[in-house]
């Protein structure tokens, strides 16, 4: 008998200028507890797998334990089949406690992506690195801000290789031949497309100990894909000089101790994503404007998470103050909120005998 805890965390994909680019890790983590039995010689579950679920976030969707749908027992599926593992071993159990809302802009289904590849790595004794696990998350989340962060931890940025065309063609393959649908209990027996090598890469940035993570979260989803259908083609000259001087500035200066503020609130400004993105969510407009570093002391910067509909603001002190005034603004539109205060988290996913 095995078992063992994989801890994942949340994450903050883009930071304002980086559009799936840079991401951070953030201190709320979803906890997967396995056991694999191995005493036994064959199961009734199927594939061998039982999944049990506790929701921590209150979040008002149903995520189902059948282990040929669920997202994180899929993706250890497609890994392990890779690897000609058709099924999990007999007997495996694993117990998900989630305290990460989904679709708010936390990267939940990154999460859930990182700890799929670790479960399927963990139960294949497949002996994978993180490094090649990244380009397995790559063939399913495509975007490396989010899982990177999950898998490394950290403030990170992120970028893809240059592939080779045929490497470029396997890695386009369909989300639906990478996770085919479920087949009702059958098994297909089709090996499913495997990543090129060296897909996807990421750097750790400095982070300045001071400076923490505000998360504003409205009590409502935004699915990304959504959220990305309503990004434009194309960008003029002058929009994409304005994000990438400011992301050239935004690894500087979060990682300075002590943190300036003016730098700070400048290098989080973006014209790629949010200002298309505020068609979604009622009040994005207004919050990213009205708050600045002089008129609430401890504000560095504000930003949507991910694809939103949360909001980060990054604070050195006045948390609460700063949460209240983002939540009030969120409440003239008739929406409420939770809000939690976070920070890096250095580790990102990890696995722990118990
Ligand atoms: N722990 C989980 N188990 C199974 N499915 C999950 C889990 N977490 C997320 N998902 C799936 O991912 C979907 C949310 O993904 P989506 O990309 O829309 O938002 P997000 O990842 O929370 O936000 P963002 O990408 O903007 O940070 C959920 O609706 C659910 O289907
Ligand atoms: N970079 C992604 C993060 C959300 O998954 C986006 O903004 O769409």
């Given at each position: 008998?095995r078992s ?35 005493s036994k ?272 603001a990054l ?40």
């Amino acid at each position: 008998m095995r078992s063992f805890l994989i801890k994942t965390p949340c994450s903050s994909a883009n930071i304002g200028p980086g559009f799936d680019v840079i991401g951070l890790a953030l201190s709320l983590h979803m906890e997967l507890k396995v056991t694999v039995d191995d005493s036994k010689t064959s199961s009734e579950l199927p594939l061998n797998c039982q999944i049990t679920y506790e929701d921590l976030s209150k979040s008002t969707e149903q995520i189902s334990l059948d282990p040929e749908v669920n997202l994180i027992t899929r993706v250890a599926l497609y890994v392990l089949r890779c690897h000609n593992q058709r099924a999990f071993p007999v007997e495996t159990k694993v117990h998900i406690s989630n305290p990460i809302p989904l679709g708010r802009g936390l990267g939940s289904s990154g999460t859930a992506v990182v700890a799929g590849v670790m479960l399927g790595n963990e139960v294949g004794n497949l002996g994978l690195s993180k490094e090649r696990l990244l380009d397995y998350c790559l063939m399913i989340e495509r975007h490396p801000d989010n899982v990177a962060a999950s898998l490394f931890g950290g403030f990170v940025g992120t970028y893809l290789n240059e592939l080779k065309p045929e490497d470029v063609a396997r890695k386009e393959i369909p989300l639906s031949e990478v996770l085919p649908a479920p087949a009702g209990g059958i098994d297909t027996g089709n090996k499913p497309p495997e990543p090129p090598l060296g897909i996807g890469h990421y750097r750790k940035f400095d982070w300045a100990p001071e400076i923490k993570a505000i998360a504003i979260i409205p009590d409502f989803v935004v699915p990304t894909a959504n959220a990305r259908n309503v990004l434009p083609q194309t960008y003029s000259r002058a929009d994409v000089v304005f994000n990438l001087q400011r992301a050239a500035l935004l690894p500087a200066a979060l990682g300075t101790s002590p943190p300036d503020p003016d730098m700070i609130f400048l290098a989080m400004q973006d014209r790629v994503h949010q200002p298309y993105r505020k068609t979604l969510i009622p009040g994005l407009t207004e919050i990213l404007q009205f708050m600045t570093p002089l008129t609430q002391p401890g504000l560095l910067g504000i930003c949507l998470s991910g694809a939103g509909p949360t909001i980060l603001a990054l604070a050195t002190e006045n948390f609460d103050q700063i949460a209240d005034r983002i939540i009030a603004q969120f409440a003239s539109n008739n929406i409420t909120c939770q809000w939690k205060l976070l920070e890096p988290a250095q580790a990102g996913t990890t696995v722990t005998e118990i």
